[in-house]
């Protein structure tokens, strides 16, 4: 069970963020505004503790702080982006969780890593190697994490940005999985919920407290999560989308 999160309002440099998705136009900064509002009182409304840091605009990325940190029940991990304008993101959230946790560590050059390849399932630690995360990155994290009691493990990326682009844990075992993952052996002994291809962005969703909170407009995956028996709390993350963001992304959940 989560007791709080940490998010980061966006700055208005947001519309600079890294993206891949230029088809997709432009974000809207007055709306996503609003939509970060509506993830905030929807993380509150699963019991949630929200600390929420004012934008950064040195970093038009930085409202995604998942990708900066780690937290795990016995330690804080800050990590080291793939891309060089975005590591300066690390000090600043470092300032914020250093007085809140006795252990913390740190991924060194010339690893990268961004929590955004990082999935918990229990114990153990599934390390997605992508554009973002290299050999090294997973390799020193999977050392910290074995340190403080945990387990960890790489998956090879194809096609998606992070780990979590197509696979979201939603405890008992269940994955909601999209794309790549399906027929990957790793992820056999799971029960899946299937998102289709074209709902694939709906894949990176997030279990808190037993609801699960899925972007809005994705009503097949929907259905499906639903169907299992989980509370599903939709929030609109449109403009967030066009930064290639998605729910996880958005908070640190501990």
Known sequence: MFSKAIVRIPGKSLINGLTDSKHLGSPDYQKAIIQHKAYIEALQSC?????????????????????VALITPKCAIFTRPG???????????????????????????????????????????????????????????IELLVKHGHTGSTVALKDVLHLKTGLSYLENNMLVICGEFKSDP???????????????????????????????????SKEKISSTGYKVIEVDVSEFKKLDGGLSCLSLRY
């Open 47 to 67: 019991g949630l503790e929200v600390h929420v840091l004012e934008s950064c605009e040195d970093y038009p990325d930085s409202t995604f702080v998942e990708d």
């Open 83 to 141: 891309f060089k304008s975005r590591r300066g993101e690390v000090e600043q959230i470092e300032t914020v969780l250093r007085g809140q946790f006795d252990n913390v560590e740190s991924v060194e050059a010339p690893g990268t890593i961004e929590a955004g390849d990082v999935m918990m399932v229990g114990n153990h630690y599934y390390i997605g190697l992508s554009h973002r995360t290299n050999l090294q990155g997973a390799e020193q994290l």
């Open 186 to 220: 790793i992820f056999s002994g799971f029960d899946h919920i299937e998102i289709p291809e074209s709902e694939s962005y709906a894949a990176n969703c997030i279990w808190v407290n037993d609801n699960v909170i899925i972007p809005a407009g994705y009503p097949l």
